[in-house]
């Protein structure tokens, strides 16, 4: 038996309790891990509350990224010791998750845990983290250098946010955070921002070209707020989008990537080959700095995850949190 998180559906309410589990329970793949630490996302946050239809399946253990060492394997790519890392891939949503002491997963989902790095530190990092490097490697790629000028983070108080704003100081960008609260602008400084700026700057009227502001921009809002960056990007800058928080439409032009050659990178953490995956687990464990473990990550028990879920979803947690499982 193990102890596990478990969502069920009662009158189309979403029920979430602690229980213990047998292992026979878990689903049929090739891979089980004993899970020391889950983290808390935003995804996480409407599957436990039941506010968004993210569920595909009931009943749902969730935790959509977990750490934890291998227990057993019929693939030969892991055997029982080895410390592998999961994020994204469905897990949460429509396959048990990591808010339990062990999962059963396939292979492919996993990565060997990053030299360097800790289970912990895994974790404080996350999904949110390893999209946050993602979207950096697109803008190094596009052929950003920090004297192109300044990068724009929006959503710099949340997970991928906060994550981009230490990773692109620690390269040498000058970085503005965009963020609606305004109580979160010391730690946007301690990580590394070099000014602040209020969301609502970026919800002004929408011209298909606007001023040249940003040499380039991690967005993860969307919508308006993706179309307003675009339009103020420089000549042969770039943008690496990766959320959808602010829906899924986007009110632009061509304009920006003709007359401009503007670059829209889009950045998914699940749609990523393993290289790519190993490539940025590897530099996260060499360009976060380790003041942001202390920074912008908050430790929780399994038992406190339900409270945590809905404080996420009324705004009220900033950066990483983590729930140690076992």
């Avoid at 559906?9 to 878990?26: G, R, Y």
């Avoid at 010791?81 to 292979?107: F, I, S």
């Avoid at 393993?274 to 038992?303: K, N, V």
Wanted: charged share 20%; glycine share 10%.
């Amino acid at each position: 038996m193990f102890k596990a998180l478990l969502l069920e559906q009662q009158d189309k309410q979403t029920i979430a309790t602690i229980t213990q589990l047998d292992e026979s329970q878990l689903p049929a793949e090739n891979v089980t891990v004993a899970v020391k630490y889950s983290s808390l996302n935003y995804k996480d946050g409407l599957a436990i509350t039941g506010k968004g239809k993210i569920v595909r399946q009931w009943p749902m253990v969730p935790g959509i990224d977990f750490v934890g060492t291998v227990l057993d394997s019929t693939d030969q790519r892991y055997k029982a010791g080895d410390e592998v890392v999961l994020t994204g891939w469905g897990v949460g949503e429509g396959h048990w998750g990591g808010m339990a002491e062990k999962a059963r997963v396939k292979a492919d989902w996993l990565v060997p845990l990053a030299a360097g790095l800790t289970p912990l530190q895994s974790m404080q990092i996350g999904t949110a983290g390893l999209t946050a490097m993602l979207c950096v490697m697109a803008l190094e790629e596009a052929g950003l250098t920090p004297e192109q000028g300044e990068i724009l983070v929006t959503g710099a108080s949340g997970g991928v946010g906060s994550v981009a704003v230490a990773l692109l100081a620690a390269l040498g960008f000058s970085v503005v955070a965009a963020t609606g609260r305004e109580a979160n602008h010391d730690l946007l400084l301690k990580l590394g921002a070099s000014r602040i700026i209020s969301r609502d700057e970026l919800l002004t009227p929408i011209r298909a070209l606007d001023k040249q502001v940003w040499a380039g921009a991690v967005d993860t809002v969307g919508s308006a707020v993706l179309a307003k960056i675009l339009s103020q990007v420089n000549y042969n800058g770039a943008v690496a989008a990766c959320g959808l928080a602010g829906g899924f439409d986007l009110p632009t032009t061509v304009m920006p990537f003709i007359l401009r050659n503007v670059r829209l990178q889009g950045v998914d953490s699940v749609m990523c080959p393993f290289a790519r995956r190993q490539q940025a687990w590897q530099r996260l464990a060499q360009l976060l700095p380790t003041s942001f473990y202390d920074l912008a990550c908050e430790e929780i028990s399994l038992e406190e995850a339900p409270a945590a879920a809905d404080k996420i979803m009324n705004g009220k947690i900033t950066g990483r949190v983590v729930i140690k499982v076992a």
